[in-house]
């Protein structure tokens, strides 16, 4: 998993409440267990129209937001079905931070397991974000893990809350996997003993 220490982009607003996983990525492509190539799907059925082209209207299909890693959204954020295949789009799109004040427990969770960074910011400092957002290619956040703070691009500073164990995985691009591997040397003392008391 890729380490999260620091990123700088332009953000984009998508101004919408109880955005839920089905939203993110709807469900007829879930069919794969791959985490990659699902970013052409993420928000298809905002991003796209019925016949296939792009809705010039949708945030990120505006030129200043189709490279943005930043997505500033609206509450309660990831609700509904627990697929991890939301995360898998927004990562795979570019996306490593969603700022929200509100986030699906599940979807929140699933997060962290994939390198996505999700912030919780109080109501009016969401409305700053969005300002600034509002903006975009005129203004980029800077978001620093570290110092749990994101600058925004006239200098001001919103700080976040985030569980230590949480921070520890991301600036370390530990999954979950990452963190069993972390416990390699024990487990392997473990099975030594374990083998030599089944001989005994």
């Known amino acids: 998993m890729q380490p999260f220490t620091t990123l700088t982009s332009t953000p984009a607003p998508l101004k919408v409440i109880n955005v839920d996983t089905d939203m993110i990525i709807p ?16 928000f298809a059925e905002m991003r796209y129209k019925e016949d296939g082209s792009e809705n010039p209207d949708f945030v990120l299909n505006q030129p200043a937001y189709r490279k943005s890693e930043i997505l500033v959204a609206g509450d309660n954020f990831g609700c509904g079905s627990s697929r991890e295949h939301a995360p898998w789009a927004l990562l795979d799109f570019g996306i490593r931070c969603v700022i929200s004040t ?84 024990k487990i392997q003392a473990f099975e030594k003993k374990l083998a030599k008391r089944e001989w005994a």
Do not use: W
Not at 31 to 41: M, P
Not at 166 to 172: A, D, S, T
């Open 27 to 42: 469900k007829q492509y879930l069919k794969t267990i791959k985490r990659t190539g699902l970013g052409t799907a993420l």
């Open 102 to 185: 509100s986030f699906a427990d599940i979807f929140y969770n699933n997060c962290f397991k994939n390198g996505i960074l999700p912030i919780v910011v109080s109501p009016e400092d969401l409305e700053k974000l969005f300002d600034d957002a509002d903006r975009g290619s005129n203004a980029t956040l800077t978001v620093d893990l570290e110092k749990q703070e994101i600058k925004g691009p006239d200098g001001g500073t919103v700080k976040f809350d985030l569980d230590p164990f949480r921070k520890h995985c991301l600036i370390n691009g530990l999954d979950d996997i990452g963190l069993t591997m972390e416990k390699a040397p």
